[in-house]
């Protein structure tokens, strides 16, 4: 059986990872994760907030949703 999996659109903001400008709530969090911003880099003064979508199991979703630093968007659901 597999794990249905959630998508969804978080506000969080940018942290800096070994030089290199990361979502917070991506770095954090597992999953097929996309930047629906398109900020360039030259744009990003960390702690920026940002959008991002991704796509999360159900336990990462609930982490997501019981987070005070992650503003978790309306869902739409996918998979089998």
Same mark, same amino acid.
Do not use: K
């Given at each position: ?32 994760? @996309?930047?629906? @911003? ?18 999360? @199991? ?21 998979? @089998?």
């Amino acid at each position: 059986m597999t794990d249905s999996m959630h998508r969804c659109r978080v506000i969080t903001f940018w942290t800096v990872e070994n030089g290199l400008n990361m979502a917070d709530a991506a770095a954090r969090y597992p999953g097929a994760w @996309s930047d629906v @911003s398109g900020q360039p880099d030259t744009a990003i003064a960390a702690p920026d907030q940002v959008m991002f979508e991704g796509l999360v @199991s159900a336990d990462v979703l609930a982490a997501l949703t019981a987070d005070p630093l992650v503003t978790l968007l309306p869902i739409e659901e996918t998979g @089998s």
